[in-house]
């Protein structure tokens, strides 16, 4: 499937209640005038105006494009389709010398022919993006973009193909990292801190939409920890720079040329009918969380994760008040896992963990996300709430096993109904 993997359909909007409705009356151009005159002049909730200045956009966009646009690459790929074999047609019996046996037996040779190469089959191709992060050739990209493919193919911005290897894969956060081997050292991206980001700071989308190689879209950063369901830890970034199909595992850069996040995603309200195009809401992938992942894919070649040895669940309303917590906030602790590191470390269940590292904890979804990305054997620090009262409590970190029991396999989403989830 040509990238991204992910739009999400649009919710079905409720057509809005008539009752209650009354119809504006038009307005003259001088009320009009008087009328966008007075909200003006009204004072702020904000406070000072002057306090908020917006800083003001790029003159333009053309030096760091010109810098960042040979560092981005197109990235297609071919996958071998079995083709199915048919059962062979019993020959009809026919008078001797009759001209349909000749013609029954042609065809079954041709049939034969065809079952024989029936393993070679047809060839589907996808297209996506992917920016270079080292000279000697190794690029990032989405793992959807490349998932099941017999043939990885790189193409540079001047149009060099180079064969990719596959270095490894992390389909829980949708990374892969592949290695080419070019005749000269290429030019490369540099990570940044997407952490520092904040909603309206301006960023760069560089892909392959459409296969239209080298296209670049700017805009703003809309959100930040979004959940869009695609993954066990999504902390997605949401831009309004036009993402659209093939833009996957391209570059969002911030303007000081950093790549900040990893193009992935889409909402789109086409979706629904098999169709996605961009209405100004993408999603990328933080650069801290590329950075781990690709770090760890090219020492290892495979992901690590820390593992905690407890099922969280959110706090609920009826919970905080039971266990006379001052906010609603925080995991909760519903099951120890038997000889893992929280019950070492002396976990217990109705414990509420609402802080690790120095991270507050809003929430149950947010601390299997952070104790995921935490190397094994990493100290943990947590702040427990235990009968009303806060504790320290500081877990040696065991490894996860994604098919072991209690392990965040699963989305520690949380819920007030009780459902408990791993981490």
């Known amino acids: 499937m040509t990238s991204p993997a992910f739009p999400v359909p649009a919710p079905t909007a409720s057509s809005p209640k008539k009752e209650g409705l009354t119809r504006a009356r038009p307005l003259s151009a001088l009320r009009r005038s008087l009328m966008v005159l007075s909200v003006l002049l009204l004072p702020t909730a904000c406070g000072d105006p002057s306090s908020a200045k917006a800083e003001p956009p790029p003159h333009s966009f053309a030096p ?28 009809p019996e026919f008078p001797p010398g009759s001209p349909f046996g000749d013609f029954f037996r042609d065809y079954q040779e041709r049939q034969k022919e065809n079952d024989q190469g029936g393993d070679k089959g047809g060839g589907a191709t996808s297209l996506g993006s992917g920016f270079i992060i080292d000279a000697s050739g190794y690029v990032v990209t989405n793992n959807h973009v490349i998932e099941g493919a017999d043939e990885i193919t790189v193409r540079l911005q001047d149009d060099t193909q180079l064969k990719a290897t596959l270095v490894g894969t992390d389909k829980a956060t949708d990374i892969a990292l592949l290695k080419v081997e070019p005749a000269s050292k290429l030019p490369f991206m540099v990570m940044g801190n997407s952490d520092i980001l904040k909603v309206g700071d301006w960023v760069v ?63 789109s309200p086409q979706s629904n009918e098999g169709e ?22 090219r020492e290892t070649g495979k992901v690590r994760r820390g593992w905690l040895g407890v099922q969280i669940q959110d706090v609920s309303p009826d919970i905080a008040e039971s266990l006379k917590l001052k906010q609603q906030r925080g995991a909760l602790v519903a099951v120890v896992s038997p000889g893992g590191p929280g019950e070492q470390a002396g976990l217990k269940q109705g414990d509420v963990i609402v802080s690790i590292d120095g991270k507050d904890v809003t929430n149950g ?49 949380g819920s007030a109904t009780g459902e408990a989830e791993g981490t």
């Open 276 to 297: 996605a195009g961009s209405v100004g809401i993408g999603f990328a992938i933080p650069s801290v969380v590329v950075k781990n992942v690709v770090q760890q894919l």
């Open 205 to 267: 989308a560089i892909g392959n939409p459409f296969g239209l190689g080298g296209t670049v879209t700017a805009g703003i950063i809309s959100a930040r920890g979004r959940d869009i369901g695609a993954g066990k830890y999504d902390d997605f970034l949401q831009t309004d720079a036009s993402i659209n199909l093939g833009n996957s595992g391209g570059p969002l850069i911030n303007l000081n040329g950093e790549v900040i996040g990893m193009n992935t995603a889409i909402f």
């Open 365 to 413: 979804r947010i601390l299997p996300r952070i104790v995921a990305e935490e190397p094994v054997g990493h100290k943990a620090a947590l702040v427990v709430v235990r009968k009303g009262n806060k504790m320290n409590v500081t877990v040696s970190l065991g490894e996860l096993k994604e098919d072991s029991e209690g392990g965040a396999a699963v989305a520690a989403t």
């Open 64 to 91: 760091l494009v010109e810098k960042m646009l040979p560092a981005v690459v197109n990235i297609s790929t071919s996958q071998t389709v079995k083709n199915k074999k048919q059962g062979q047609l019993p020959m």
